[in-house]
């Protein structure tokens, strides 16, 4: 809904409305309607607005409560406010807005660091409470919006992007752990850390309490069992349970706007079932939008063959783009200067590019991202299921992107620290309230990995364009029933059974039994031709020496057969050294 930034200081010093700027500035993208600043003393707040409800400027932030002593800035949406409203109403409280901002207010003043668990919906926030002379900072439950903070002796800094950090002069040394990890978890670098040394995020339901003596309190207030329930189900409870709770999640995204809405369709199971349900539901008007790109040898470029029928079967207003390969290269610089983290995914581009032409028409979409996690929907799932050894043995042998031996090889010495991948998943997969591997591996994907790869990505590429994306599969309670299902139940009819049986008679079985299709962005995946060429000009170039992360005889081993350098997800192994130097080079050598 919009970009925040603001900081607390330690040394006395007043906030400055340079630094509340600077860092507005680099977040005016994801907030184009309007903007607004706020400070006293030690601390200040800055915000981008994209106005969604109450477009009045009685929602403006930084909302300041004079009543309360509380200034709060929020991105998000709250997609329970209007009853938070009627039952803070009762309580006493008076409202001068109609926004769901103001009910953060008061559910914070009423029930203090406990609010957040009573707000349903995806936000990042931070409340000054004069009163108790504290910052209070809290990030939802999945993660869907993000809050990156940088924190010295001098002061505690967050913003909604990266950029806004380094442009108030955070660290940017490469931080050794997130190398490890961005270059084996196809650029997932797990909260708190990022891929630079002075810039942290906040981890998924967390908040922050920070004093103006540097204290710092954190708290982390949900955490997912992955476990069956006391009272078993049967198959076709959960199922019917499933249709119920996933319906509702796509009703009250609806619901919680004072502008229209639409769907991304891409053509698969996921975002057609999204089309479906609001059908189902009663809404007639539903607004549909569709990216393809070209075919690379037998690998199409597009999916509106089946999005075609979605559009056919349920009379949606439907707008189709076409974009050429010749048009990727000269536009992915704009992407990657949008993305807050280095993001591998060949679908950043397409993401962007598609935002960039649904903006011109709608202000918030619906998207299918977290389906997949939730319900077993890729093919590595039964590979990890079938495969022997440990738990860690069995999830890394089909999804980290390449072996340690391999890494130690890619990079200079320098960044020899440690299997951080390694550490990091042992601790994953040694957490309680998980029955059985299976599990394990959907929780650790659906509420800590999917965060930082899918969900950063179509944040990033759709806020840019000050575009809001919605993402029903992510439902918190959508994602407990989901965790509590028995693993062969989601993972029968080769992944996301409970999903394909609600569709069966709402979609044509044409899109219900196909076989799934990711993204389709050939020319990021088969490095030829000018993408090579591009790719090594990045990597051979002084920048990049001079930066000495990677080992030169490496990358030329990589650059002379890419093809041969493939991750166990088919991903280029090219490309992600290419996107890590290419994103550097643009985020971080140019603000220098």
């Given at each position: 809904?919009?970009?925040?930034?603001?900081?607390?200081?330690?040394?006395?010093?007043a906030v400055t409305s340079q630094d509340l700027n600077t860092m507005m500035q680099k977040i005016a993208r994801r907030g184009p309607d309007a903007s607004g600043e706020w400070a006293q003393d030690q601390v200040g707040f800055g915000h981008q607005r994209l106005s969604i409800i109450d477009l009045s400027n009685f929602g403006a932030q930084p909302m300041v409560d004079q009543t309360l002593d509380l200034v709060l800035v929020f991105?998000?949406?709250?997609?329970?406010?209007?009853?938070?409203?009627?039952?803070?109403?009762?309580?006493?409280?008076?409202?001068?807005?109609?926004?769901?901002?103001?009910?953060?207010?008061?559910?914070?003043?009423?029930?203090?660091?406990?609010?957040?668990?009573?707000?349903?919906?995806?936000?990042?926030?931070?409340?000054?409470?004069?009163?108790?002379?504290?910052?209070?900072?809290?990030?939802?439950?999945?993660?869907?919006?993000?809050?990156?903070?940088?924190?010295?002796?001098?002061?505690?800094?967050?913003?909604?992007?990266?950029?806004?950090?380094?442009?108030?002069?955070?660290?940017?040394?490469?931080?050794?752990?997130?190398?490890?990890?961005?270059?084996?978890?196809?650029?997932?670098?797990?909260?708190?850390?990022?891929?630079?040394?002075?810039?942290?995020?906040?981890?998924?339901?967390?908040?922050?309490?920070?004093?103006?003596?540097?204290?710092?309190?954190?708290?982390?207030?949900?955490?997912?069992?992955?476990?069956?329930?006391?009272?078993?189900?049967?198959?076709?409870?959960?199922?019917?349970?499933?249709?119920?709770?996933?319906?509702?999640?796509?009703?009250?995204?609806?619901?919680?706007?004072?502008?229209?809405?639409?769907?991304?369709?891409?053509?698969?199971?996921?975002?057609?079932?999204?089309?479906?349900?609001?059908?189902?539901?009663?809404?007639?008007?539903?607004?549909?939008?569709?990216?393809?790109?070209?075919?690379?040898?037998?690998?199409?470029?597009?999916?509106?063959?089946?999005?075609?029928?979605?559009?056919?079967?349920?009379?949606?207003?439907?707008?189709?783009?076409?974009?050429?390969n010749s048009q990727v290269l000269p536009r992915l610089g704009e992407a990657i200067a949008n993305m807050s983290e280095p993001m591998v995914g060949q679908d950043s581009v397409a993401f962007y590019l598609l935002s960039e032409q649904v903006s011109k028409h709608i202000k918030v979409v619906l998207s299918g991202q977290g389906a997949d996690e939730a319900f077993a929907g890729y093919f590595w799932y039964p590979r990890m299921q079938?495969?022997?050894?440990?738990?860690?043995?069995?999830?890394?042998?089909?999804?980290?992107?390449?072996?340690?031996?391999?890494?130690?090889?890619?990079?200079?010495?320098?960044?020899?620290?440690?299997?951080?991948?390694?550490?990091?998943?042992?601790?994953?997969?040694?957490?309680?309230?998980?029955?059985?591997?299976?599990?394990?591996?959907?929780?650790?994907?659906?509420?800590?990995?999917?965060?930082?790869?899918?969900?950063?990505?179509?944040?990033?590429?759709?806020?840019?364009?000050?575009?809001?994306?919605?993402?029903?599969?992510?439902?918190?309670?959508?994602?407990?029933?989901?965790?509590?299902?028995?693993?062969?139940?989601?993972?029968?009819?080769?992944?996301?059974?409970?999903?394909?049986?609600?569709?069966?008679?709402?979609?044509?079985?044409?899109?219900?039994?196909?076989?799934?299709?990711?993204?389709?962005?050939?020319?990021?995946?088969?490095?030829?031709?000018?993408?090579?060429?591009?790719?090594?000009?990045?990597?051979?170039?002084?920048?990049?020496?001079?930066?000495?992360?990677?080992?030169?005889?490496?990358?030329?081993?990589?650059?002379?057969?890419?093809?041969?350098?493939?991750?166990?997800?088919?991903?280029?192994?090219?490309?992600?050294?290419?996107?890590?130097?290419?994103?550097?080079?643009?985020?971080?050598?140019?603000?220098?």
């Amino acid at each position: 809904m919009c970009g925040i930034c603001g900081q607390l200081r330690f040394d006395n010093q007043a906030v400055t409305s340079q630094d509340l700027n600077t860092m507005m500035q680099k977040i005016a993208r994801r907030g184009p309607d309007a903007s607004g600043e706020w400070a006293q003393d030690q601390v200040g707040f800055g915000h981008q607005r994209l106005s969604i409800i109450d477009l009045s400027n009685f929602g403006a932030q930084p909302m300041v409560d004079q009543t309360l002593d509380l200034v709060l800035v929020f991105n998000g949406t709250i997609y329970n406010y209007k009853a938070l409203r009627a039952e803070l109403s009762k309580k006493g409280y008076e409202f001068f807005s109609h926004s769901d901002t103001e009910t953060i207010i008061k559910a914070y003043h009423h029930w203090g660091e406990d609010c957040v668990l009573h707000l349903d919906g995806m936000f990042a926030f931070c409340i000054w409470d004069k009163a108790q002379q504290h910052l209070f900072v809290a990030r939802d439950r999945m993660g869907i919006k993000p809050l990156y903070f940088n924190l010295t002796d001098k002061a505690f800094s967050f913003a909604s992007s990266t950029q806004s950090l380094i442009a108030i002069g955070a660290n940017t040394d490469i931080n050794s752990v997130a190398l490890q990890q961005q270059l084996s978890l196809h650029a997932v670098v797990p909260a708190p850390n990022t891929i630079l040394e002075g810039v942290k995020k906040i981890k998924p339901a967390t908040t922050l309490v920070i004093k103006p003596n540097g204290d710092i309190r954190e708290k982390t207030y949900w955490q997912p069992k992955a476990q069956r329930p006391e009272i078993a189900l049967s198959s076709e409870e959960y199922i019917e349970r499933t249709h119920e709770l996933l319906t509702k999640a796509v009703l009250k995204r609806m619901n919680a706007a004072d502008v229209p809405i639409g769907v991304l369709l891409s053509g698969g199971l996921d975002s057609s079932l999204l089309v479906a349900l609001l059908h189902e539901a009663g809404h007639e008007d539903i607004r549909t939008f569709s990216i393809g790109f070209e075919d690379i040898d037998d690998e199409a470029g597009s999916e509106f063959e089946y999005s075609d029928q979605i559009v056919d079967k349920f009379n949606t207003r439907h707008e189709k783009y076409v974009v050429s390969n010749s048009q990727v290269l000269p536009r992915l610089g704009e992407a990657i200067a949008n993305m807050s983290e280095p993001m591998v995914g060949q679908d950043s581009v397409a993401f962007y590019l598609l935002s960039e032409q649904v903006s011109k028409h709608i202000k918030v979409v619906l998207s299918g991202q977290g389906a997949d996690e939730a319900f077993a929907g890729y093919f590595w799932y039964p590979r990890m299921q079938a495969e022997a050894g440990s738990d860690v043995e069995r999830f890394s042998k089909h999804y980290v992107d390449r072996p340690y031996e391999e890494y130690l090889q890619t990079v200079n010495q320098k960044y020899h620290s440690g299997n951080h991948t390694q550490d990091w998943l042992n601790k994953e997969f040694s957490k309680a309230h998980a029955d059985e591997f299976m599990d394990k591996v959907f929780r650790t994907d659906i509420t800590r990995l999917i965060v930082d790869d899918p969900v950063k990505r179509v944040d990033n590429m759709t806020m840019a364009w000050g575009l809001e994306a919605r993402v029903p599969f992510m439902d918190y309670q959508l994602v407990e029933h989901a965790l509590s299902m028995p693993p062969s139940l989601k993972m029968s009819e080769e992944g996301k059974h409970p999903l394909k049986q609600i569709s069966r008679g709402l979609l044509p079985d044409s899109v219900i039994d196909r076989k799934k299709g990711y993204f389709p962005m050939p020319a990021l995946k088969y490095v030829r031709g000018e993408f090579l060429d591009f790719m090594s000009d990045i990597l051979t170039s002084s920048a990049c020496i001079n930066r000495g992360v990677f080992d030169q005889a490496f990358v030329q081993k990589v650059i002379s057969k890419p093809e041969q350098y493939m991750t166990a997800l088919n991903g280029s192994r090219l490309w992600h050294m290419a996107l890590l130097e290419y994103w550097l080079q643009i985020n971080v050598d140019s603000n220098q």
